[in-house]
C-alpha cells in the first residue's frame, strides 16, 4: 500500500499560498475519503481560498484551518491544535515544514541585529521544531509518520544576500538528520523544489543587495525558467509515492 492510500491526517505549513498551497491541493487530490488536512499560515483569507480549491480538488477530504504567527511559535499552541485529533484515527501521519521568509536581502555582515535574527529564526527554525515536537508527542506514532521539510539550495550553497535563509535552511536540515539519528522509525524528507515562481521571488528580486544574485532571480523570471510549483509539487509527490525511506534529501533538479 503506498503512502497515498492510508486515511491521512495532514498538516501543512505556508498554506495560504505559493508552494504551500500547491501541496495542499495535490495532497488532498492523492489523499483517501476521510484524510483530513490542517492548512496554517497568517492569512486567514488565503487558507479559506485553498481550503475551497481542495473541495474542487477532492471533495471527500476534510481541511480545518488555523491561522497563527510562526515568528512566535509556542508549542501549547500547536500542542492544543492537534490534541482534537485522536491518534487512533488515522492510518498514516503527515507533517509538512513550508512556511519560511526569506530574510532581509542585506550583507550578512550587516546582519547585528538580535531581535531581527530572534524574529527570523523563530520564525523559520523555532517554529518547525516545536511543531515536530507537538506533532511528535500528540500521535506518539513514528512508524506511521513522514515529515516533510521544504528546504532549499541555499541550505547546502552560501548564496550572497541570502545569510539568514542559508543559516536557517541549514539549521532545518541538519534537525531533520538529527532527528533521524533519534527516531529511526520516522520517515524525514528534506525536498528542495528549485527557483518556483511564487511572491518569495518577486520579494527577492526586490530587497537583495547583491546585483549577481538579484539578476539570477531577474533573469529567470523573464525568460520563463523558473519552476512551476505544480511541477515541483508533482515531483514531491511522486516521491513519497515511491516509498520513502528513514531519511532522505532531494532536490527537484535530481535526476528521477
Ligand atoms: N520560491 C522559491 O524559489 C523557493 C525555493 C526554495 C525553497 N522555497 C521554500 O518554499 C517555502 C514556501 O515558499 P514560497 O515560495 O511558496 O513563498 P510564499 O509564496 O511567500 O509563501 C510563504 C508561506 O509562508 C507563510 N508565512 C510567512 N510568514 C509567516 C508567519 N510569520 N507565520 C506563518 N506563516 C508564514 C505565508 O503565509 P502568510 O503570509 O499567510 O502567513 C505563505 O503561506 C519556503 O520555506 C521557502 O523557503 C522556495
Given at each position: 500500500?503506498?503512502a497515498?492510500?492510508?486515511?491521512s491526517?495532514?498538516l ?29 499560515a ?8 485553498t ?7 477532492n471533495s ?5 484551518i ?26 498514516q ?13 542585506r550583507?550578512v555582515?550587516?546582519c547585528?541585529?538580535p531581535?531581527?535574527?530572534q524574529?527570523y ?13 507537538a ?14 521539510n521544504?528546504?532549499?539550495l541555499a ?16 539549521s532545518?536540515?541538519?534537525y531533520?538528520k538529527?532527528?533521524?539519528a533519534e ?19 518577486d ?7 547583491f ?11 523573464t525568460e ?9 509539487v ?19 533538479f535530481?535526476?528521477?
Open positions: 500500500m503506498t497515498w492510500n492510508k486515511k491526517l495532514c501543512v505549513s505556508g498554506a495560504s499560498q505559493g508552494i504551500g498551497r500547491e501541496i495542499a491541493i495535490q495532497f488532498a487530490g492523492k489523499l483517501p475519503s476521510g484524510s483530513t488536512i490542517i492548512l496554517t497568517r492569512s486567514e483569507n488565503g487558507l479559506n481560498e481550503s475551497s480549491l481542495i473541495s474542487k480538488a471527500s477530504i476534510i481541511t480545518k488555523f491561522p497563527y504567527d510562526m515568528s512566535n511559535p509556542k508549542e501549547k499552541d500547536f500542542t492544543s491544535l492537534l490534541s482534537a485529533f485522536s491518534p487512533n484515527d488515522w492510518e501521519f503527515i507533517l509538512v515544514h513550508n512556511a519560511g521568509t526569506e530574510g532581509t536581502g550583507p555582515k550587516d547585528s541585529n531581535e531581527e535574527w524574529k529564526m523563530s520564525l523559520n527554525l523555532y517554529s518547525m521544531v516545536l511543531l515536530t515536537s506533532f511528535l508527542k500528540t500521535f506518539k506514532n513514528d512508524e506511521k509518520t513522514i515529515i516533510v521544504i528546504t532549499s541550505a547546502v550553497q552560501a548564496i550572497a544576500g541570502f545569510g539568514e535563509y542559508c543559516v536557517g535552511k541549514a532545518r536540515e541538519m531533520m538529527v532527528l533521524s527516531s529511526p522509525s520516522l520517515r524525514l524528507l528534506n525536498y528542495s523544489p528549485g527557483p518556483v515562481g511564487t511572491d518569495m521571488v520579494r527577492c528580486i526586490s530587497k537583495i543587495d546585483s549577481e544574485t538579484r539578476g539570477m532571480f531577474e533573469k529567470m523570471k520563463g525558467t523558473l519552476v512551476k510549483a505544480p511541477d515541483t508533482k515531483k514531491l509527490v511522486n516521491i513519497i509515492e515511491s516509498g520513502l525511506p528513514a531519511y532522505l534529501r532531494v532536490d527537484y535530481d535526476r528521477d
